[in-house]
């Protein structure tokens, strides 16, 4: 069986479990998922210095969570027609300019505006689910899957951590360290392994 989803029109026989394909994706994943934490664990603190209450906080954060809702399938059907690598790389720049207005935010109504874009970035997690699905072996996909969801728990703890330990400068610190963290994720997107997120041909 074919399938093919990508932009490049040549193909290549996948073995399962590349690791050339596959651990690209795992290191994306951790990075974003790292600078996740890295905000979450300070939101709360930043939202209250701008004058946010218990109420503000938790519409932004319910806003973020709707909009990640709302966009997902969305980007997760575009991943199919465009190709995993341009949505991925469109999200992870929409992820960096959401960080970049939260860091530099003068009000409440910045910091959700940022959240919400963010929230909309969030949804590249299905596209970078279904590239594993797209690229491993039928009988080996379930334990991609899970290397993949490790990969998210290992970023949040290294993601909390950071922020733990930025904070004590400023609460602003982890928000500009979790921005790099998402270049970082950006240029794997762009350059990790050969020809990434390209067109596939595999065999189940």
């Not at 491993?136 to 951590?161: D, F, M, S």
Request: with cysteine; hydrophobic share 50%; glycine share 10%.
């Amino acid at each position: 069986m074919n399938t093919n989803v990508y932009e490049n029109t040549d193909s290549e026989t996948i073995t399962p479990l590349n690791k050339r394909r596959i651990l690209p994706v795992f290191l994306l994943v951790g990075l974003y998922a790292a600078s996740t934490a890295a905000v979450m664990s300070v939101l709360p603190f930043y939202i209250r210095e701008m004058g946010g209450s218990p109420l503000i906080i938790g519409i932004i954060i319910a806003t973020e969570a709707f909009s990640q809702f709302c966009a997902a399938p969305l980007i997760g059907h575009l991943s199919d027609r465009v190709g995993r690598k341009r949505i991925l790389i469109v999200t992870l720049a929409i992820a960096a300019i959401s960080l970049l207005l939260l860091a530099n935010a003068q009000c409440i109504l910045f910091i959700l505006l940022a959240r919400t874009l963010f929230g909309i970035s969030a949804g590249n997690l299905s596209a970078t689910a279904a590239y594993i699905a797209d690229c491993t072996h039928v009988r080996n996909r379930r334990q991609a899957i899970g290397i993949l969801t490790g990969c998210i728990g290992l970023g949040g703890i290294v993601g909390a951590g950071v922020s733990g330990w930025l904070s004590s400068i400023s609460l602003s610190a982890p928000i500009y360290a979790a921005f790099i963290l998402v270049l970082g994720a950006a240029l794997v997107a762009i350059w990790g392994g050969k020809r990434p997120f390209h067109n596939i041909t595999y065999h189940r």
